[in-house]
């Protein structure tokens, strides 16, 4: 995520606890996996119809809502790379259960829902990610506005954050430009 001013994180900051912290995230989404008989290692079996990692179609996709584009914001962040799409795998671009569990917790952070680590591994794109979000009536509404309002607060100048928290009875920091 973009590193916000003192304005802009207490908006962010009050938005959160606006929102509040979601549930876990059911899922009931499954993966199959194959034993590789030459290697003895497990390995993802790729979905009919779904873009393969590495694909120009993959890296040429960029996020379609607001839920992916903070997912994407938040995969490169942790990943510390930009060249992919919300087709491209977390595991493939590098990602590991390291990564997995801090982008989990940055989910939680950012979007206040809940994601299992499974989930990297059955919904392992953005768009896989952001559908098994929304997959939940009550977590997918309240990841969708929580992104809306980051994305948002986000774009605010510094002024205007400061209004902003002026009319919602914050007191803006003193810090800024």
């Known amino acids: 995520m973009p590193h916000f001013s003192g ?11 606006f929102f509040g912290r979601g549930e876990p995230l059911p899922t009931d989404r499954r993966v199959s996996f194959s034993s590789s008989a030459a290697t003895g290692l497990s390995q ?5 119809g779904d873009p393969i990692a590495g694909t120009e179609a993959a890296r040429l996709t960029a996020p379609r809502t607001p839920v992916e584009e903070v997912l994407f914001d938040l995969w490169a962040d942790v990943l510390r790379r930009e060249d992919f799409g919300i087709h ?4 493939t671009l590098g ?19 809940e994601v299992p680590l499974r989930l990297f591994f059955e919904a392992n794109t953005i768009a896989d990610f952001a559908a098994a979000l929304a997959a939940d009536p009550r977590q997918g509404e309240h990841a969708s506005r929580a992104a809306e309002a980051l994305l948002h607060a986000a774009r605010l ?14 007191r803006p920091s003193e810090a800024g430009p």
Do not use: C, K, M, Y
């Open 7 to 17: 304005e802009i994180a207490a908006i962010i900051s009050r938005l959160r606890r």
């Open 88 to 91: 491209d795998r977390f595991f």
């Open 157 to 170: 100048t510094d002024q205007e954050a400061r209004d902003w928290l002026t009319t919602h009875g914050e």
């Open 44 to 48: 993802f079996e790729h979905p009919p």
């Open 95 to 113: 990602g590991n259960s390291l990564a997995a569990t801090r982008v989990a917790a940055r989910v939680r952070e950012h979007l206040g829902v």
